[in-house]
């Protein structure tokens, strides 16, 4: 089945809201096997988007709408179908009880555009609206299946899961299953883990191999169509196996993770608790920890050290450390380590000093960090990395280089 | 100008990311007052997205594409583009240049596919990356311009707005000046913000008055299209008064400008220096203040009290506090924020407690917070909310209300 996503309205091309249904239907569809090729967003004009229908009738069998089907004039998104298809509208009565109870509960008084909102395409399966009034609805027409979604993603995404991709998994064709997995990596570029991969990827079919680079990541997500899921997936450990021998120093977990729900599995299972000595991150890696839930198992809080007073004052950085080789220093991000973690009593002490700009500081260039590790009984390391980038960038990729630290040295 | 967009990467279509290009170019085009007609997404697939500028070229004199710029295999916009317009791609030196200090600077080896960035459509305009490798770039051929812009957003939006835009401008009709002016609210819902407005968001005609709500906010822009600019200025004045006159108490400052910017402004020219005690934003508060640059000069940093542990260690948040009333208290807020601003020895003391969820602490319902605000020599006072939402937005409304209680408070 080949697919296509048109949305709906005028918002879309003002820039007043992101098209997120696309995204949400485009995700699920993916995770099923469906190909999607073309996302469309037209304004609430029946001549655009009657241009749009007649060319997706063209190209896919399987067009999905988004938006268009409430009750004020400008929704237009089922008359303009109808006269493509030559059907006619007709009311649905479960679906006008339903919004007529709908008024009821609010005690509202319905006004009569509502009724707008009951007409379905005739001969078209009516899926249900549990968060709204506009209903959605399915047909098939010519080899070409329409299916009618609303626009408010809180509707949509609902009816979508409950009652549009359940009715178009019976339609599909079973026999081949859909396995993927995705691979998060730190540390390497986008390019330079093509180049170490280009075999793989050039000759890749079945699996297949897709990069994908994000803040600073790169993720590379493991696809394969197989009759069996065992089998499947069997080829996948094969394909991974060959990709991890090569940049497996750089992967750091499997799917929907991210680096600070890896080093949380890590602290919470080794139950090392963990305290943070902040100054270029400014309280950053503290809030991207506490972001995920039960944090509290192992982080206990930290110091945002912002000025060299507090560096001295509250965590004890000696005078002399900072006149002779500055805040910005592998000293100063040693004595903030270790004074933190004694501070707060904790087996781990880390630390971030540096430069984020936009302007010098100390004669160094923007992007000097030094990120300190400390663990009671060990000595302590220090990690100096130059990064580059936006002021917002440079404390983003420090957090993360931080949190790619405590993994690395241990998980 | 009529305009369209065009998004290229699978990554759109298998779902992985929102087109968030497409809503942040309409957005400023329609500032300008230029259309947007289509959005359209199409996959790293040369004979799909040929065929999408094909139709592209016969209904839009504006044609701007993102993403498929970058040094990959799958990244084909110039050469599909150059194919379609009959010219060729030349190597553009200073970008070649720039890409080199690029690795230079991170001392990475360039990998030879990243010269292919440096490759330019011949007789284009080129537009410099600040913030990324690959240049962006206009031209225009037969009466269409192309318009060329990488695809992550954080080196789409810098080059759209400082090179492109102002390009864009200068190819555009000049005899009507266009005003706009935006003001931000906080505090207040956006139907309740068009309730209190609603006569005269009926009656707009010139100016236009468009509100957006966004994270928790709510913006009111008004657009005036006028000969002359002095003119145009004075109907938003008048217009302006009128809106500030019913919804002034929420008013917090005009155009891009944000909570922490306002606060950064109060704090620097009244010199009051501040420290934040962050319970439950784990470091939000202090990590959103220094993503400002220059805020050291009043802001000296926190202390991440996370567990009661810290609270009373660091921060003397005495037992019998916590053992009666709870960590997350009015009275704990208090002492947190007092004894946060002794400990950095600051002007204002500023202290976050509360429940983000997902569980209920201390038998306290999630989104319990208390933000405690002690300026050396008044009285404490104590800000008691309830907030609902996810976890994450538990935590950033609480920055929000926060920043909001320091700008009415010391403005």
């Given amino acids: 089945m080949n697919a296509e996503i048109i949305a709906i309205g005028s918002e879309l091309l003002l820039g007043q809201i992101t098209n997120t249904n696309a995204q949400y239907i485009s995700k699920q569809l993916a995770n099923v096997g469906i190909n999607v090729y073309y996302h469309t967003v037209v304004g ?32 237009l998104t089922k008359e303009t179908i109808t006269a493509s298809v030559g059907r006619s509208l007709v009311t649905d009565q479960e679906a006008l009880d339903s919004i007529e109870a709908y008024f009821k509960r609010r005690n509202r008084v319905m006004t009569d555009n509502n009724r707008k909102q009951a007409l379905v395409i005739e001969g078209s399966s009516i899926l249900r609206n549990d ?25 949509m995404e609902p009816m979508f899961m409950t009652y549009a991709l359940p009715f178009l998994l019976t339609q599909l064709d079973e026999s081949a299953q ?31 191999i897709a990069p994908l680079a994000k803040d600073g990541e790169v993720t590379i997500r493991l696809t ?35 680096l600070t729900k890896e080093v949380a599995l890590v602290f919470g299972e080794k139950k090392l608790r963990i305290a943070a000595a902040e100054s270029i ?39 002399e450390v900072i006149d002779e080789f500055g805040a910005v220093s592998e000293e100063c991000a040693r004595f903030l380590a270790e004074n933190v ?10 630390s971030f000093t540096g430069i984020a700009g936009p302007t010098e500081i100390e004669g160094k260039e923007i992007g000097t960090v030094f990120i300190g590790v400390s663990k009671l009984g060990e000595q302590t390391r220090i990690y100096p990395i130059k990064l580059a980038g936006t002021r917002e960038q440079i404390q983003g990729r420090s957090v993360k280089y931080g949190l790619y630290c405590l993994l690395k040295q241990f998980s």
């Fill in 131 to 155: 968060h709204g009034m506009a209903p959605g609805m399915v047909f098939k027409d010519n080899g070409v299946y329409y299916l009618l979604l609303p626009g408010p993603p809180k509707e």
């Fill in 224 to 258: 394969v169509k197989h009759e069996n899921e065992v089998e499947g997936a069997k080829l996948l450990d094969e394909l991974e196996k060959k990709i991890l021998t090569r940049v497996g120093s750089f992967f750091y977990g499997y799917n929907e993770t991210s």
């Fill in 44 to 75: 609430d004009n029946s001549v655009r988007l009657s241009e749009a229908i007649d060319q997706a009738q063209k190209r896919s069998n399987l067009i999905i709408f988004t938006g268009g089907l409430g009750p004020t004039k400008d929704d």
């Fill in 178 to 208: 859909i396995v993927s997995r995705v691979l998060n990596f730190y540390g390497i570029g986008e390019s330079q883990l093509e180049t170490e991969l280009i075999d793989l990827i050039e000759a890749q079919t079945n699996p297949t």
């Fill in 341 to 350: 973690r004694e501070l707060l009593k904790t087996d781990v002490g880390i």
């Fill in 281 to 319: 991150t400014g309280g950053l890696f503290s809030s991207e920890l506490t972001q995920n839930p039960g944090v509290s198992e192992f982080f206990v809080g930290g110091v945002t050290c912002y000025s060299n007073e507090v560096k001295q004052s509250l965590l004890n950085v000696p005078k």
